[in-house]
């Protein structure tokens, strides 16, 4: 009901049924002085939610409630109304459960703040802040978040100052993976897009960004910066200008540091932009605060070049992540989701890091594949090693948080102990892994994870000794854990007791199934959690109970039966509760001895779960590349800076590939080094252009994260320093001057990035725009990129007429996509129609443009391909009809028009508009005109520039 979501008074009073009212069980004065408190609280920022904890449940309220409902019941009925008459409040309530996984996936998925209020009453209204958390700082609500689940990606909060001098623009940066305990920083010059800023984000997978709220540096555009940092799908924070200034940051990062170092042996102590924002970051997650925090850190410089940079369109465009906030999508609609095979929560996040952070060495890279192509010749092991050890491992890092937070049970010791039992045959099936001739396999296994666990192996050695001499192991059947008997004399009279009361509970139990003739099927003992030790009889057994009510008291009903006991079996299960009791009050100082000297195991457990995380994502990996639906294969790959060429025979997307009503069609790609470095593919929509390209790029990435790669025996592969992408603006876009310029701009970026080394990737560049303009935009880069940058690209278009570049530059290839036509002989065909048949086969040449016009519409295809096909093909007809003058322009025309147009690119790409006498334009429209004057009569750059 609509109205239901309204204040009070917006539907004429509307308090609703009784059931829609929310009873706090208060009076309605104090209801009312609720609501009037409630809607004069502290305006918060739209993404931020408020919840209030009223002991056994949460509520929220008003605009906060429908966000509520609708994340955790996914439906607007839950809402109620809190007051009466007009003084209505729309309303929501949580129990503990249902707020965890609210929480969850507020802060991680759906990335808003959560405030929670606590210490008032519907009566008093003493509510205060009591915890507040954000996407990249979950810790003070990591114990209701954590208690029952694990989070696949840690939470990483950044801080960005930014400084000019000299005109030289420099970002300082500082993060924090409060769940993994790193602090990093990176320094580095910046160019006026961000574009290093964005490769950060992304290589560090950060949550949250932090920036100074009155960042107007004239030199910076901030809301460049904004736009960046919305793109890489991060919240954005800002603090106080003060918070970035450094003041204690020397003392304060040695407090947190693991090592006891003095502040000159802290090499990142040097970076004094990143300091500062390191002082922003460590007061915003209040790391200070706690002292539990001292000593427990790391800290390390990251250094943007040792990773594959992958900017945030090749990113989405390669589908690796699926979209924050994205549910339903299935598991193989994301690379990290296809590839995620892992079994520990720990392997999960160092592959979303690997993915995140694809490497460049070329040694490195080899490595990895060495072990994942062992892993793929020796299956059985890999099966042992998933089945038998990855799955019942514990996340250890989040044990040792535990430990450190003084919040660790005798259970994480036991967690730990039982992880470290594994720890030898874990070595033993390890050393049986076969080689099968892959050169290095063995030995690579035996330095990368036999020799490390070895050495995790004798340091925990100790800690296994510990357990076992302190902890009543017997007891762990019925989920107990404590410390043995024999530790203690007073614990050994207790357990002694209570193993005496155990045996009268069954000797009660045995008078029992006598005097109810039944067996220990039919009447079983329990220790039940609600009643402590009882009987249990099916609902229908119960009626011999009543026929000797006099004996038996019934405890209660379920669907498993009905719970009853005797007096002496009551008196006894009382008294081994108390009993119980008693050994744990008297063991609680023993125990915090053995959580403490296990809590010194942290160093060494922790470097053992980073093996693990390790071993987990390399045989996923091989887990994956055998269990595709053709296996994957291990690529050769080149070292960066050699040139060499990129080679893929049956190329598959690894996404598309898996989907059970898909054919996928595999296809080659040779981008060969001054003979097909720039491939061209045109074809009709929908023909699979998209798909040839971002199967490529996938290919590259899977390949520098260590992973084999979807495609025939034989694949060469280079190392890139980049994959960059620009992918054309959506069909829902709005056509005008400013998605023209956008895309300029965007391009722009990756003209200036991209390398040699690099892989572009373009996609319907120039779709956003008029046919005229967006064809005179795809020319001039690709001309630039095939003639000037040299990287390997892959340009999809539906221009048809940027085939004529390969005429010009030779090695610019063109491939199509084929179709099959077939003309239509029956009755209903229109003269000249024709059956088309997308084959999705690429193949090199030009693809016959009349194809593309009708394929949408005699395809087959629902009424929304058909529309965009229609669209399409009168855009065709378009340039066909009034004949572009871009394409009557002579090639000396052109190649100065296009050199124009890169120039004003530049100028206007660039945040001061130079213009080309050094000066700075006073606005686009007089830079426009200026080059319009510089152009004279070449129709290209008139065009070009009508346009804006
Ligand atoms: N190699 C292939 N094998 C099988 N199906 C394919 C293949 N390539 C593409 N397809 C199918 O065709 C659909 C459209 O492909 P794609 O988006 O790559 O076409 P396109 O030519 O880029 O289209 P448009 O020009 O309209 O953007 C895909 O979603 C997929 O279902």
């Known amino acids: 009901m609509a109205s239901d979501l309204m204040y009070g008074g917006g539907n004429g009073g509307g308090s609703g049924s009784t059931s829609d009212k929310l009873d706090l069980g208060v009076d309605s004065q104090d209801e009312t002085r609720f609501i009037t408190w409630f809607r004069k609280m502290e305006p918060k920022s739209d993404d931020t939610v408020r919840l209030f904890d009223r002991g056994e449940f949460y509520t929220a309220h008003g605009d906060d409630a ?97 400084r000019v001098q000299d005109g030289v623009k420099t970002v300082g940066a500082a993060f924090a993976d409060a769940s993994n305990r790193q602090l990093g920083v990176a320094e580095y010059a910046e160019n006026d897009l961000f574009a290093n800023t964005e490769s950060l984000l992304i290589q560090i997978g950060a949550k949250e960004c932090l920036i100074p709220a009155d960042e107007s540096c004239t030199d910076f555009d901030i809301n460049k910066l904004k736009t960046v940092i919305n793109r890489a799908g991060c919240v954005l924070t800002q603090c106080k200008r003060s918070d970035f200034q450094p003041k204690a940051i020397e003392q304060d990062v040695t407090r947190l540091l693991k090592e006891d170092l003095q502040s000159e042996q802290i090499p990142e102590l040097n970076l004094k932009i990143a300091m500062g924002s390191m002082q922003a970051l460590l007061s915003f997650l209040s790391l200070l605060n706690d002292d539990t925090n001292f000593g427990q850190y790391n800290i390390y410089t990251h250094d943007l070049a040792q990773f594959l940079r992958v900017d945030h369109p090749a990113l989405r465009a390669m589908g690796v ?30 592959l979303a890091q690997w993915l995140k952070q694809p490497l460049v060495n070329v040694h490195e890279i080899q490595n990895r594949h060495t072990l994942v192509e062992t892993f793929v010749e020796d299956s059985a092991s890999r099966e042992n090693l998933q089945n038998d050890f990855l799955r019942f491992m514990p996340d250890l890092q989040r044990n040792s948080k535990r430990f450190q937070k003084g919040v ?84 050994r009279n207790i357990r002694d007791s209570i193993d005496q009361t155990i045996e009268n509970l069954h000797e009660e139990y045995n008078k029992v199934k006598r005097d109810l003739k039944m067996d220990e099927k039919k009447v079983k003992l329990e220790d039940s959690q609600q009643h402590g030790y009882c009987f249990r009889v099916t609902r229908n057994d119960s009626k011999a109970l009543k026929e000797k009510s006099s004996k038996y008291i019934e405890l209660g009903t379920t669907k498993a039966g009905v719970w009853f006991t005797t007096r002496q079996a009551k008196d006894l299960s009382v008294d081994h509760i108390d009993l119980q009791n008693k050994y744990s009050t008297h063991q609680s ?9 296990a809590a010194g195991y942290c160093p060494p457990l922790e470097q053992f779960n980073a093996i693990i995380a390790n071993l987990d994502v390399i045989v996923s990996f091989a887990f994956v590349s055998s269990h595709a639906p053709i296996p994957y294969v291990r690529p050769q790959i080149f070292e960066m800076g050699k040139n060499a060429p990129m080679i893929v025979k049956e190329a ?52 520098q994260a260590g992973c084999f790669v979807p495609c025939a025996p034989g694949a060469k592969v280079p190392v890139f320093d980049a994959i960059l992408a620009r992918v054309g603006a959506g069909d829902n876009q709005t056509k005008g001057v400013s998605t023209f310029m956008a895309e300029m701009l965007e391009t722009s970026t990756i003209l200036r990035l991209a390398t040699r080394d690099s892989l572009i990737i373009i996609d319907e560049l120039g779709r956003g725009t008029s046919t005229y303009d967006g064809f005179g935009l795809a020319w001039s880069i690709s001309e630039f990129i095939a003639s000037k940058i040299r990287s390997k690209c892959l340009f999809a278009s539906h221009f048809a007429e940027i085939v004529a570049l390969a005429d010009q530059i030779k ?44 394929v949408a519409e005699l395809a087959g295809f629902p009424p929304s391909v058909i529309k965009l096909a229609k669209r399409k093909a009168e855009e065709m007809e378009d340039v066909d009809g009034e004949i572009s003058p871009l394409l009557t322009v002579d090639a000396k025309t052109t190649e100065e028009g296009m050199k124009i147009i890169e120039e004003f690119m530049r100028a206007f790409a660039s945040n001061k508009r130079m213009r080309s006498d050094g000066t700075e334009a006073e606005s686009l429209s007089s830079l426009v005109a200026e080059y319009r004057e510089r152009c004279g009569e070449n129709a290209f750059v008139q065009k070009v520039l009508e346009s804006l």
């Open 66 to 162: 429908t966000k509520v409902a609708k994340i955790a019941y996914k439906t607007l009925s839950v809402l109620k109304q809190l007051g009466r008459g007009k003084e209505t409040l729309p309303s929501v309530t949580l129990n503990i459960s249902m707020a965890r996984a609210f929480l969850r996936e507020a802060l991680t998925a759906k990335q808003l703040k959560v405030e929670i209020w606590s210490g008032g009453t519907s009566k008093k209204h003493s509510w205060q802040i009591e915890k507040f958390a954000s996407p990249g700082n979950l810790q003070q609500l990591e114990d209701l978040l954590f208690a029952d689940a694990d989070l696949d990606t840690s939470p990483i909060v950044v801080a960005l100052r930014t």
């Open 321 to 350: 992540f699926n979209d924050p906030g994205q549910t339903g999508a299935s598991k193989n609609a994301s690379l990290y989701g296809l590839l995620n095979r892992c079994k520990t929560p720990q392997g999960q996040r160092l």
């Open 408 to 491: 660790a049970t005798l259970e994480d010791v036991v967690n730990a102990y039982q992880a470290v039992l594994r720890l030898d045959g874990l070595i033993d099936t390890l050393s049986q892994v076969q080689g099968f001739g892959v050169i290095e396999g063995e030995k690579l296994i035996q330095s990368t994870f036999i020799e490390p666990l070895q050495r995790s192996s004798k340091l925990l050695a100790k800690l296994v000794e510990m357990v076992e001499t302190t902890i009543d192991l017997a007891e762990l059947d019925r989920h107990r854990f404590v410390i043995k008997p024999d530790f203690d004399d007073r614990l």
């Open 589 to 597: 100082g023993l125990v915090k001895q053995v959580i403490k000297i």
């Open 652 to 703: 598959r997307h690894p996404c598309l590939e898996v989907q059970d009503d898909l054919n996928f069609i595999p296809n080659d790609a040779e981008m060969v080094p001054d003979e097909s470095e720039f491939l061209v593919i045109t074809g009709p929509n929908m023909g699979g252009k998209s798909t040839y390209i971002r199967s490529i790029g996938i290919i590259a990435l899977m390949s």
């Open 811 to 854: 090695h610019v290839q063109n491939l199509h996509c084929k179709v099959h036509v077939e003309p239509r002989h029956d009755s209903q065909a229109l003269e000249k129609e024709s059956e088309i048949t997308l084959l999705y086969k690429v193949e090199p040449g030009i693809c016959d443009r009349s194809y593309g016009i009708h």
